[in-house]
């Protein structure tokens, strides 16, 4: 089949490279370094320089494609899954926007279009795995604790960014959402900090984040939620200072005639602080934890910068999350229309399955006990 990728980045890339394997792909960016570096990975991969702002053109774009993969920045990502909907082509979307991907569903029925929405490690796995023992069990509590860090501690943030500065630092400012006794209760970013301690990695710090998602509205029915973000100790003090501070204030500031604000001055400074070498190793960390039933059932992944490939192990995590979802639909084992988040496919024993045998195949292999 035909697809196109909207977005050639750390994570679009590795999603158009891994599908060239088995379909025809296409991948559009306005960053014509990223296009070059693609295309000299796999030179049948097809590349167009396009500014994805444009949604009036996607009709135009869009129109030789069966399925299309939007892989954009998350603050313009809810009007370039809306944009692609609208041309009635079925779409996987990992862009993680901060809007509620369930308005588009009415939109996706009349369109008689297939949208498979957070598709990634987490959001995307973590849905996948909830999703299915939700069919097989009164589920009492559900947690999750994810990060992908640099194998490298180097200071002063010990971190770096396999997505854009500013959705990480959307993540740290965006309230949490949880779900505690059956109830919705939001709390700060970054609240109830804890130490963790994980195999092969050591002693980590987790912290709330908004990583339920679409989780809080399906799965309203588990009285305990969570998802919790990983870092090395000491990272997340650091970014409350620069919080404090006002280096994430989005109010412009005038500086010798020049209006900007701080956010948006803290994200380019960070562009390079945070931004992963060509092959600078790094590595993922999961670990998701369902109890129901006097049962507890633990899924934990540690993946590594593959050096065999090039591709970094968050490339690796959501994007072939990513394009086990694609080929869901090219295969026909997902045929429903309307928006849906990964635990709504993942309850069909058969595509559950089909995702996690598929990352496995790719060296993505998740521990489980019970």
């Known amino acids: 089949m035909t697809i196109a990728v909207l977005g050639a980045g750390m994570v679009g890339s590795a999603i158009a490279l891994d599908l060239a394997n088995d379909h025809t792909v296409t991948s559009f960016d306005l960053n014509a370094a990223n296009l070059a570096e693609l295309k000299e990975r796999n030179d049948e991969i097809q590349t ?12 135009n774009w869009l129109s030789p494609f069966d399925v299309i993969v939007t892989a954009v920045p998350g603050f ?24 509620d991907a369930l308005q588009l569903d009415a939109l996706a029925k009349e369109k008689d279009v297939i949208a498979i929405t957070d598709c990634g ?32 501690k180097k200071p002063p943030f010990q971190y770096k960014a396999p997505f854009s500065p500013v959705d990480v630092i959307q993540e740290y400012i965006r309230p949490a959402r949880l779900v505690e006794q059956g109830k919705i209760v939001t709390k700060p970013a970054l609240s109830d900090r804890e130490l963790i301690r994980f195999d092969e990695v050591g002693e980590l710090e987790a912290f709330n984040t908004d990583g339920l998602r679409s989780l809080v509205y399906t799965m309203d029915h588990i009285p305990e939620m969570k998802e919790k973000t990983l870092r090395y100790p000491g990272h997340i003090d650091l970014i409350i200072s620069l919080q404090q501070a006002g280096f994430f204030d989005t109010e412009p500031l005038r500086i010798k005639e020049v209006d900007i604000s701080p956010l948006d001055f803290t994200s380019r400074l960070l562009l390079n602080e945070w931004k992963l070498g060509p092959e600078e190793e790094e590595f993922t960390v999961m670990k998701v934890i369902v109890k129901g039933e006097g049962q507890t059932i633990e899924y934990n992944l540690i993946d590594r910068y593959d050096a065999a490939t090039k591709t970094s192990s968050m490339a690796r995590t959501t994007g072939y999350t990513c394009t086990a979802a694609v080929n869901l639909i090219t295969k026909g084992m997902f045929t429903e229309k309307g928006v849906f988040p990964p635990e709504l ?10 995702v996690m045998d598929y990352l496995k195949t790719r060296d993505v292999v998740w521990k489980v006990t019970r």
Do not use: H, W
């Open 48 to 59: 167009v320089a396009a500014d994805l702002s444009q949604f009036e053109e996607y009709a």
């Open 76 to 99: 313009m990502g809810y009007k370039t899954l809306e944009a692609v909907i609208k041309t009635g082509k079925n779409v996987v979307d990992i862009s993680f926007f901060p809007e």
């Open 121 to 152: 490690v987490a959001p995307g796995v973590s849905n996948f795995i909830i999703g299915r023992y939700n069919e097989e069990m009164k589920i009492d509590s559900f947690e999750c604790y994810v990060g992908g860090l640099p194998k490298e």
């Open 345 to 354: 496919v993942g309850k069909d024993k058969r595509c559950f399955d089909f």
